[in-house]
T-cell receptor, first 113, second 114 residues
C-alpha cells in the first residue's frame, strides 16, 4: 500500500520553465514532508522540507506548496536548469515514528536546453 | 568528513549466498537506517536503529538482519540471497531519532543476485 503517491513518473521541461511534481498522502498523522533530490549513482539528498502548519515554503528556486485539507503537496522548480535534471522523491514522517521516511515512487526530471 | 560510507559499491551474488553490506558514518549520528530502492517503488525501509544496541524492523525486513554494536557502524546482512533482493541499497543517518531531522544518505550498494 503506497501511503505517499507521487506524479508524474517522468517530466521533461525546457530550460527556464517551471517544473511541478505532485504528491498526495493518506496518513493524516504525517507531520513532516521533505523532498529529496537524487543524481545518477548517488544517494538522495535533502532538498527542502515543510511542516503542515504552513502552506508554502520557498528556498531559492525551489518552493513547496502544501494543502492540508486536500492532503496534497507539490514541489515547484522555477527557472529550471539542466543541472536540475535528477530524480525527485517526496516523503513523509509521523510523530512517534522516529525518523522513518515513507517515500513516494519518484519523478525523473529532465531539463532540456 | 566522509559522511555516510557504504561498501562495496557493486556486488554480484549467487542465489543462496550470504553477504554483509557495510555502512559507517562519522557524524556521531544517533539514528541509522537501511533502505532499498527498486524501479517504480521509491525507497522502502528495511531496518533502522535509534542507537547502539537498539534495532527494529521497517517495512520490508524479511531476509535481512542488522546489528548496531557501535554508534558509527550499521551493517546489513543478507542471510540467503534471493533474486528478489536484487536492488540498490542505501544507508542513511540522522542526528537524532526525532522526526524531521535531515537524513544523510550514502551513495549506495548495487546488488545483483543471479
Amino acid at each position: 500500500q503506497q501511503q505517499v503517491k507521487q506524479s508524474p513518473q517522468s517530466l521533461i521541461v525546457q530550460k527556464g520553465g517551471i517544473s511541478i511534481i505532485n504528491c498526495a498522502y493518506e496518513n493524516t498523522a504525517f507531520d513532516y514532508f521533505p523532498w529529496y533530490q537524487q543524481f545518477p549513482g548517488k544517494g538522495p539528498a535533502l532538498l527542502i522540507a515543510i511542516r503542515p502548519d504552513v502552506s508554502e515554503k520557498k528556498e531559492g528556486r525551489f518552493t513547496i506548496s502544501f494543502n492540508k485539507s486536500a492532503k496534497q503537496f507539490s514541489l515547484h522548480i522555477m527557472d529550471s536548469q539542466p543541472g536540475d535534471s535528477a530524480t525527485y522523491f517526496c516523503a513523509a514522517t509521523y510523530p512517534g515514528g522516529g525518523n522513518k521516511l515513507t517515500f513516494g515512487t519518484g519523478t525523473q526530471l529532465k531539463v532540456e536546453l | 568528513n566522509a559522511g555516510v560510507t557504504q561498501t562495496p559499491k557493486f556486488q554480484v551474488l549467487k542465489t543462496g549466498q550470504s553477504m554483509t553490506l557495510q555502512c559507517a558514518q562519522d557524524m556521531n549520528h544517533e539514528y541509522m537506517s537501511w533502505y532499498r530502492q527498486d524501479p517504480g517503488m521509491g525507497l522502502r525501509l528495511i531496518h533502522y536503529s535509534v542507537g547502539a544496541g537498539i534495532t527494529d524492523q521497517g517495512e520490508v525486513p524479511n531476509g535481512y538482519n542488522v546489528s548496531r554494536s557501535t554508534t558509527e557502524d550499521f551493517p546489513l546482512r543478507l542471510l540467503s540471497a534471493a533474486p528478489s533482493q536484487t536492488s540498490v541499497y542505501f544507508c542513511a543517518s540522522s542526528y537524532s531519532r526525532s522526526g524531521g531531522q535531515p537524513q544523510h544518505f550514502g551513495d549506495g550498494t548495487r546488488l545483483s543476485i543471479l
